[in-house]
């Protein structure tokens, strides 16, 4: 279990307002680990995620990543990684985190569709970040990681 020398609990399951109040001290103390491999991280948004890159650095910095964060424009994620993006070149991301929720979908089913319709609009959603993911992954050549959808 990761714990820290001040005994912030950094481990499933985790006390997020704890990390969030303490973040600055967490994050100077760990950032005394001289052996941290810096890695770039690209935040593709769906929706704000600024507690989730909060939480996040901290949590990679406990196991030795010291990430260099670079956050997209706000609910841009699709036009951000699908068309070609200079600034993202530029910075050369290790890894692209695409951060979503189910606003983001496109192609919701509703109670009156068939399920001909529902499985079209599935379908058509899935396609959809198929083609961020492929774009992504052609253009940066790194890893691509999706959130799971809220309920």
Known sequence: MNKMSKNYKISYPFDSKLILRKKNSIRRELLLNDNLVEKKIFIAN???????????????LSSGIKPIFFEGEYC???EELTFKNNDLEKFKPDIIYIHTSRQNLLNLPTFDDSSEEVSAKIDAEFL?????????KENYKCTIIQNNFDL
């Not at 769906?46 to 990679?60: A, D, Q, W």
């Not at 959809?128 to 992504?136: S, V």
């Open 46 to 60: 769906g929706s704000t995620t600024k507690e989730i890159v909060n939480i996040l650095e901290i949590f990679l």
């Open 76 to 78: 841009r994620y699709y």
């Open 128 to 136: 959809r970040l198929k083609k961020i993911w492929d774009n992504a």
